[in-house]
Every structure is written in C-alpha cells, then in structure tokens.
C-alpha cells in the first residue's frame, strides 16, 4: 500500500484504539460470594462447609467443621464471576486469618485461555479479614474462569469474597500490512531500471553495435556496389553514391588507345602527326 493508505490505516487504527478504550472499564470489580445470590459461588462437598460471621470480609465465610458432614473436612470452594466484559482480570481471594486455618491452602486459577496458575496459601499466618492476589486470568463473556480452593489435605480451609478486577480488554489484531506487496509509490528495487548496469539504456548505443565512427563500418553515402573491373585501380576513392560515372569521349578513327581499350582523342593525333612526318621525309627524297 503507499504511505498515505498507510497512514489512514494508522490513523483508523488508533481511532479504533481510543475508542475500544472507552469501551474497556478498566478497574470494573466482579465480586463472587456465598452471600450474593447468582454470583458464581459454589461449593463440592457442601454438607462439610459452615458458615460464620466473625471478623468476616463480606457477610458471612464459610470454613470447613470436623464436627459436621462426614467430618474429613474435605471439599472444594469454587468462585466463577458473571462476565460481561471479556478482559484480564486480577482475582484476590479473601478469608478469615487464624490459628485453627489451614497452612497449606490451595488455589487454582483456570482462565479462558487454556491457562492455569496455582497458589498455596498459609491462611494460619494472619488474623481477620485477610485478602491475597492469587493471579490474573484472562475471562470470556459467558466463558468458565474461575478459582477453586481445594481442601484437600484434612485441614480447616476458610472461604470468603473473590474479587476480579478487570485489567485490560481485548484487543483483536487488526493484522499488518504485506510486506510482500510493493508499495506503489516506491520503486521495486528488485526490478532493473535504465540506470541498472548490464542493461541497455534505451538513449545510449549499444557497445556490441557497430556505428559510423568504427573503422570496420562503411562510411554514409559511400558506394556499397560491386567490386571494380579488372585493371581498375582497387586503391581508388569510392565513388559517391549516386554520382554518374565520367565515360571517356569516343574515338574519332575508332581505334583502340594502348592502354588497355579506352577510347580517347590523344592516340588519333599522335598517329596523324607520324603519317605526316613519313609523307614528309618521302617528299624530300624525290
């Protein structure tokens, strides 16, 4: 594409740009709790779980009791958030810090991405309201984040609010130009112009061509017939083309000039003046 479609594209894509931030509430909190109704909170293996409301983070935890259900305290909490804006997000859980926690609780973060993080916590180093960043998860308009705690080693687990803070949004990728196409407004340089050497310029001549200024060419206007007679002199100036060639003048007596059948008046005068010197010398003698 040339530079000016590139800088449109450029231009719509940084439009675009602003306005998917604008649509993007970065900060949007996502709360997911046992005492929000439809909020994504569940739990396996429930009859173990039970509920209290000291120093709590929101409303009432849940924890699991050796004195209820099958009295393993075994199960699993499982935060799942509603999503409306697909994005990535920072999940926090929370719980009630104590002596009688567990110190080894165990968090996985699944995400919508395939990708998964995991977290151990020692809730038995604090006390109160406790809040821990376990991870940020990438989460779809109607996907399956979420985050389980997994109480499985015998302990007292505590679950309480999970909270997803969207991050980013998604940004689709609007692609990048092909950096196989020429651009129209730059020359290919993988293709030979007039200056490239090794190829003819169409306003120089061509050295492998011979022109007028070779020795080995005719000259213009000079006779390219055929060769002269025999006896003609070879060594002669060729004869302009189109000039008439100059016949000698015919002989008078019709005889024949010593120098090789050319007519011409030099040869009958010399015969007369010898004919009149012998009739000369005869006229004497009488």
Not at 40 to 68: F, M
Not at 76 to 83: G, L
Not at 131 to 140: D, I, N, S
């Amino acid at each position: 594409m040339s530079r000016f479609t590139a800088a449109l594209v450029a231009l719509a894509l940084a439009l675009g740009a602003r306005e998917s931030l604008a649509a993007c509430p970065v900060g949007l909190a996502v709360k997911v709790d046992n005492d929000l109704p439809g909020s994504g909170y569940s739990e396996v293996k429930p009859e173990n779980w039970e509920s209290h409301n000291v120093d709590a983070c929101h409303g009432t935890y849940r924890y699991l009791s050796q004195y209820i259900g099958d009295r393993t305290r075994k199960g699993k909490a499982i935060w799942q958030p509603r999503i409306t804006v697909a994005g990535f997000y920072e999940v926090t859980a929370s719980y009630r810090g104590s002596v009688n926690r567990t110190n080894d609780a165990d968090y996985t973060l699944y995400d919508d991405k395939g990708l998964v993080a995991r977290a151990s916590v020692d809730q038995s180093a604090s006390s109160g309201c406790t809040r821990k960043a376990v991870g940020t998860a990438f989460c779809a308009v109607g996907g399956a984040c979420r985050l389980v705690l997994d109480g499985d080693d015998g302990k007292s687990d505590a679950a309480d609010e999970a909270t997803f803070v969207l991050k980013a949004c998604e940004v689709p990728d609007a692609g990048v130009p092909d950096a196989g196409v020429p651009d129209a407004g730059v020359p290919d340089a993988s293709m030979p112009d007039a200056a490239t050497p090794g190829q003819p310029d169409a306003g120089v001549p061509d050295a492998s061509m011979p022109d007028a200024s070779r020795p080995e060419s005719r000259e213009a206007g000079t006779d390219t017939g055929p060769p002269p007679p025999n006896g003609a002199d070879a060594s002669s100036t060729p004869r302009p083309l189109g000039e008439p060639r100059t016949l000698a003048p015919p002989d008078d007596e019709g005889g024949c000039s010593s120098s090789g059948g050319t007519r011409g008046a030099p040869a009958g005068s010399a015969l007369l003046v010898g004919s009149a010197l012998l009739l000369g010398s005869r006229r004497r003698r009488r």
